[in-house]
């Protein structure tokens, strides 16, 4: 059997392993009860009046029954109020689940036909497992090279789809250390029941000891730094100074981004990842859609790394970090910039609106996810 996985106070239960994890089975009970309830209450007064009123002389006329105002009000009242308390339940465990908290560690997931890949903030790469502090708070953000998959680890009592082509998160606070199954709870072709591993919660200690003992490589932080300046060369453009085209992206993580046509949108993961594949979709006020789309040129994974990378240059105010001017810019000669967003750069000229083609909702991006698992990050063809 799996191992810890069975102490749980009901049999065949997953543990409870996280801080909503009560919450859920708490709702899950408390919905069960009130069916049983009414099933079993329902049940009984049918049979109950099947036989009391069954038919005892043939052609008999029931009494006359006009009604009655109060019974009425309470066989109203009552379910309203059960309704509620299920309402409320809902959406207190909704709002806890669904609400990321701002002071969460971050782990990168890419899932892919059909394995999870993780990835630590400092580094480590994992392959079906998640290594994890046992009281702390950990946010998941995931993606997938190809189809949908969901990442649902039953003894935390949560999941989330992963979607092709956009940013879903999850997170979680484990409570005890132990060794938990992970789960794709969506099927996605031929392995999809194999797709799974394990969630091993540690004692911040020990968590540490695993860190360390692991190769970490390049952070993602760094892996996008080099991307950024080297391997994609999008610092040509984007790092400011006399070549710059696009919007420069320090400090733009987080602010609002104004785009032509008026529309305003917050410069998150979602929206950088959808500018870097889907330039066109949000042209930045004062630049012009010269960018090129790097769909096909860089993996999920490189995109996270991009993603991590803008993040780190902070948001405006917030003490960004420099870029550093480490590129040489040939990797973009001739193609040209952007529309990468800097709201504060007072740049050039206007373009005209019917350049914006469709989204411009950060969810709305493009599906097509670069599928390729190569390493396509030389911009060959430009
Ligand atoms: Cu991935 Cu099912």
Known sequence: MFMQQNSSWVPIFPEQASTFAWQVDGLYFYLLAITAFFTIGIVAALIFLVIKYREKEKYATGAEIHGSIGLETLWSIIPFIIAMTVFLGGAIVYYNQYRTPKDAMEIYVVGKQ??????????????????????????????????????????????????????????????????????????????????????????????DNWLSGNVSGQTPVEAGRDLFENKLGCASCH???????????????????????????????????????????????????????????????????????????????????????GSTGSGTSGSPSSSMPNPTNPNGGRLPTSQLTNSSVPGASNPNAPGNTSEPTRRENR
């Open 114 to 207: 059909w394995m999870w890949k993780l990835q630590h903030q400092t580094g480590q790469r994992e392959i079906n497992e998640l290594h994890v502090p046992v009281g702390r708070k950990v946010k998941l953000t995931m993606t997938t090279e190809d189809v949908l998959h969901d990442f649902f680890v039953p003894a935390f009592r949560t999941k989330m789809d992963v979607v092709p082509g956009r940013y879903t998160t999850l997170w979680f606070e484990a409570t005890k250390p132990g060794k938990y199954r992970l789960f794709c709870a969506e099927y996605c072709g031929l392995n999809h029941s194999g797709m799974g591993g394990w969630v091993y919660v540690m004692e911040q200690r020990d968590f």
């Open 239 to 325: 790092a400011g100074g006399p070549q710059q085209r696009g919007g420069k992206v320090e400090g733009l993580y987080n602010t609002d981004v104004k785009l032509v046509g008026g529309q305003t949108v917050k410069a998150d993961d979602e929206y950088i990842r959808n500018s870097i594949l889907n330039p066109s979709s949000q042209i930045v006020e004062g630049y012009q859609p010269i960018m090129p789309t790097f769909k096909g040129q860089v993996t999920e994974e490189q995109l996270v790394s991009l993603v991590a990378y803008i993040k780190s240059l902070g948001s405006e105010g917030s003490g960004a970090t420099s870029t550093g001017s």
